[in-house]
């Protein structure tokens, strides 16, 4: 069995009269994130962790923010054709490991929902979908309540 590693991260700041999408569920919080996207931060990372994994180059490559097309896209779709790159390459998803940095909101009653998202996004058992919470003990501009930034490790498998 081949299998291949993967790191991904992503960063974005909040801004207000947007939805705050993580993990491909969408939180009660009065600010969102800032991106051309729907800016799942977490979403981004796992992504681009799961392309560097099958050397299939980044998430930008693929949904680039210039293009109109994924202005206010729905990360879930990324992620989902994310996916099909990896299956066309022979690969399939063997577990992800990720971290998501916020001072707020709290996320930990949450974890469980993007779990389960996630895991039907990339058609696998939501036991291989880690996803940790963490605060950056009020230093940068995490920290300072500015944004959100998310880390992911990806494991594929050759098909």
């Given at each position: 069995m081949q299998i291949r590693v993967g790191f991904g991260y992503d960063m974005h700041r909040?801004?207000?009269?947007?939805?705050?999408?993580?993990?491909?569920?969408?939180?009660?919080?009065?600010?969102?994130?800032?991106?051309?996207?729907?800016?799942?931060?977490?979403?981004?990372?796992?992504?681009?962790?799961?392309?560097?994994?099958?050397?299939?180059?980044?998430?930008?490559?693929?949904?680039?923010?210039?293009?109109?097309?994924?202005k206010d896209a729905d990360s879930k779709i990324l992620l989902t054709k994310c996916i099909t790159l990896l299956k066309e390459k022979g690969y399939r998803v063997g577990n992800i490991d990720s971290t998501i940095c916020a001072e707020q909101p709290k996320l930990n009653p949450h974890i469980p929902a993007m779990q389960q998202k996630l895991a039907d996004l990339m058609g696998v058992d939501s036991d291989v979908v880690s996803i940790?919470?963490?605060?950056?003990?009020?230093?940068?501009?995490?920290?300072?309540?500015?944004?959100?930034t998310a880390y992911a490790v990806a494991l594929i498998e050759k098909i």
């Open positions: 909040f801004a207000e009269g947007r939805d705050l999408w993580i993990g491909g569920v969408k939180l009660d919080y009065p600010k969102g994130l800032l991106g051309h996207s729907d800016a799942d931060v977490l979403i981004h990372a796992i992504c681009d962790a799961l392309l560097g994994a099958a050397n299939l180059r980044d998430i930008g490559y693929h949904f680039p923010d210039t293009s109109p097309d994924f940790k919470a963490t605060t950056s003990e009020k230093m940068g501009f995490v920290g300072r309540e500015e944004g959100i």
